[in-house]
């Protein structure tokens, strides 16, 4: 107890316009000098486009880039797989880069590492802030003070919005329309909504009837 690893826990909640219902970071497995940064957005709509570009020799990305994955949540993946340690574009491996801040919707094992933001809230399957992200965006981080901005303005991203369209669900029948339609968001476990006690569905109702 007199020698911790840190002054504080390991996971910090971060909040802001990016993530108005939270996202996490390991902030004790984030690089110095990243946990306040600020950089130009590098987006990919989906795991398959992250797949096929990341290491794309001419992919415009820099060390000080933020990389962003959408569509990786528990609708939109679907199922929130533990993806959220977005690699290192090889160009940039080469040059010696080991870290970078990374934000999705998606989650990561414990034993990720690097500057890791995950489980944005809402989603970008469900028209979270981050499927309004474009590529050149300015974003935040800063640990400290747990903010997470999008350096957009909101009249800006109400524009954006009116032509964003929600991706097509991955199933169209049985268990995985079931959970398509059912499954809550991160900041509210990932379960289905059915299996709130009535108290808490009550409350859910209200919320996302506002």
Same mark, same amino acid.
């Given at each position: 107890? !007199?020698?911790?690893?840190?002054? @504080?826990?390991?996971?910090?909640?971060?909040?802001?316009?990016? +993530?108005?219902?939270?996202?996490?970071?390991?902030?004790?497995?984030?690089s110095?000098?990243?946990?306040? &940064?600020?950089?130009?957005?590098?987006?990919?709509? *989906?795991?398959?486009?992250?797949? +096929?570009?990341? $290491?794309?020799?001419?992919?415009?990305? $820099? !060390?000080? *880039?933020?990389?962003?994955?959408?569509? +990786?949540?528990?609708?939109?993946?679907?199922?929130?797989?533990e993806? /959220? @340690?977005?690699?290192?574009?090889?160009?940039?491996?080469?040059k /010696?880069?080991?870290?970078?801040?990374?934000?999705?919707?998606?989650?990561?094992?414990?034993? *990720?590492? /690097?500057?890791?933001?995950? &489980?944005? +809230?809402?989603?970008?399957?469900?028209?979270?802030?981050?499927?309004?992200?474009?590529? /050149?965006?300015?974003?935040?981080?800063?640990?400290?003070?747990?903010?997470?901005?999008?350096?957009?303005?909101d009249? !800006?991203?109400? !524009?954006?919005?009116? *032509?964003?369209?929600?991706?097509?669900? &991955?199933?169209?029948?049985?268990?995985?329309?079931?959970?398509?339609?059912?499954?809550? @968001?991160?900041?509210?476990?990932?379960?289905? $909504?059915?299996?709130?006690?009535?108290?808490?569905?009550?409350?859910?109702?209200?919320?996302?009837? $506002?």
């Amino acid at each position: 107890m !007199e020698e911790p690893l840190d002054s @504080q826990g390991g996971i910090a909640v971060l909040r802001g316009n990016l +993530a108005p219902d939270g996202a996490l970071i390991k902030q004790t497995a984030v690089s110095a000098h990243l946990k306040k &940064h600020t950089g130009r957005a590098v987006v990919f709509e *989906s795991p398959a486009d992250l797949n +096929a570009r990341i $290491d794309d020799p001419e992919l415009d990305v $820099d !060390e000080n *880039s933020v990389l962003v994955l959408k569509n +990786a949540g528990p609708k939109g993946a679907p199922a929130m797989p533990e993806i /959220g @340690q977005i690699p290192i574009p090889q160009k940039l491996l080469k040059k /010696g880069v080991r870290d970078m801040v990374r934000i999705s919707d998606a989650r990561i094992s414990g034993t *990720s590492y /690097g500057a890791l933001i995950v &489980h944005a +809230a809402p989603e970008a399957a469900v028209g979270g802030t981050l499927a309004l992200v474009r590529d /050149g965006d300015e974003i935040e981080l800063d640990i400290a003070e747990r903010r997470l901005v999008l350096r957009v303005s909101d009249e !800006e991203l109400a !524009e954006r919005r009116k *032509s964003w369209k929600p991706p097509e669900p &991955h199933y169209d029948r049985g268990y995985g329309l079931l959970f398509h339609e059912r499954v809550l @968001q991160a900041n509210l476990g990932c379960d289905f $909504d059915f299996l709130l006690p009535p108290e808490l569905r009550k409350e859910y109702k209200e919320r996302i009837e $506002d």
